[in-house]
């Protein structure tokens, strides 16, 4: 019985033809069999295709089939009829159909004597065999990339990255003019040879093959190309150049600025990276411009080890780090601003003079993450709320306000959401935020980010408006950026609260003299407006 059952299954599996109608003047398409994956070709693509052509009554008038060769053509460009243009373009790789083509998209009311007769319609049985796709790269028709072997996966290289190729171009009569059959490495910002080569391979997969048709303006153009006194390209040369994409390495702008770069030389596993308060195990050898080691840290077996963001490694290494997958190798350049500065340091090696760019190859060997709240129950951010925040505090005592803000906003995102937690512990960690969210304020106004420092008070104010620290920061965050009317508002209100508080006066006796200062400015420029006006009506 279960033999009968499975022999059952399989039949209603079996490929059944149909019938679809292609576009909206009549064409129809009965599949036969159903092609490979779920592309078609574009228009400019160069297909190769077996088919039979007959009429109605089943008379042939061209099989490609009887001569032994596929016919190759290219889409879009006018060279077969509208039914095969339209029927064509819908096919996959391996596909065979029957089209049914009526006379207006096939020889019309002339028809192709004495084969096709006036207002015929014609079937074709089609076996799609395969397709080049054709690019122009600069839609100018310079530069024309038909491929000839697909790359792997989905990414392309930018032009940040290293790549390697191997080419061989060739003038239009065969002449060689320049090869490299080993491959050649440039980052494709920076081109090699002639800007068609560049501009190529921004657009090919890993492993992709191609065959590129360059005119002059994308090759050498009307100078030409010359070795001594030996003319190797003529001038206005179009080339034809067979290049393959071997592989490219990614490199990504760190900071953004592209003062930390990173080069990677190996991917890593998996999609996890270290958070802040990672604990990381790494290798790595820190080299100056000019290949001087200055540093070697970590082995295989004994990985040198720190934690994230604690300023244990320079800046910019720190960032990069964070940015890498377990296993990752990568060279990482860092410019002075995120090394050593103008600072002549000391490392185990040699010295690393002011102003040095330098050169790191890494690998993160393993890492273990810093809990993150959505792991820790209610005690948990509590307790890790409290010792980031101890952290903060020494942080901020020793003049590293930066530093001491993320810690801060870490505190304060630990227990941001308490709806889980006690009374007690609401409670608790409402007095705890309060604090994260001052201190962080102070650290912010140290650093001169006046807003981020008002907006954290004003957080304070909305579960504590009596908060005197919280008034006296917000003024002095608005008295810097001139919002002096919210600062005085500010300001009577904790004396308000607390007529003594000597801080607050001293602020209010500063606001008074940036308000004068800024009455004095504002009745300048009234009286020069005034003046001008008066020499205006004279």
Known sequence: MKMAADSQVAKTKEFVPYTKEIGHQGLKKLILREGESWQTPFSGDEVEVHYTGTLLDGTRFDSSLDRG??????????????????GIASMKKGEKAIFTIPPEL???????????????????????????TVRDVCKDGGLLKKTVRDGERWAYPKDADEVLVRYEARLEDETVVSRSSEGVEFYVKDGYLFPALSAAVKTMRKDEKAILTVKPQYAFGERGFKVGNKVTVPPNSTLIVDVELVSWKNVVDITDDKKVLKKILKEGEGYERPNEGAFLKVKYTGKLENETVFERKGSDEEPFEFIASEEQVIDGLD????????????IVT?????????????????????????????????????KESWDMDTAEKIEAAGKKKEDGNALFKAGKYLRASKKYDKAAKYIEYDNA???????QTKALKVTCNLNNAACNLKLK????????????????????KALYRRAQAYIETADLDQAESDIKKALEIDPNN?????EYKTLKEKQKEYNKQ?????????????????
């Open 69 to 86: 060769t596929p016919f190759r053509f290219k889409l879009g460009q006018g060279q077969v009829i509208k039914g095969w243009e339209q």
């Open 106 to 132: 096939g020889y019309g009311e002339s028809g192709s004597p004495p084969v096709i007769p006036p207002n015929a319609t014609l079937q074709f049985e089609v076996e799609m065999l395969s397709w080049a």
């Open 319 to 330: 960032r990069a780090v964070m940015t890498m997958k377990k296993g990752e190798i990568a």
């Open 334 to 370: 860092i410019l002075p601003e995120y090394g050593y500065k103008d600072t002549k340091t000391q490392r185990d090696l040699a010295v690393v003079p002011p102003d040095s760019t330098l050169i790191y190859e890494i690998e993160l060997i393993s890492f273990i993450k810093e």
């Open 421 to 427: 937690f006690s009374e007690d512990q609401k409670s």
């Open 449 to 468: 980010e006046y807003r981020e420092a008002a907006k954290l008070c004003s957080k304070v104010l909305e579960v504590d408006s009596k908060n005197v």
């Open 502 to 506: 000597r801080d607050v006066k001293l």
């Open 522 to 538: 504002e009745a300048k420029l009234f009286g020069n407006m005034f003046n001008r006006m008066s020499r205006l009506e004279a």
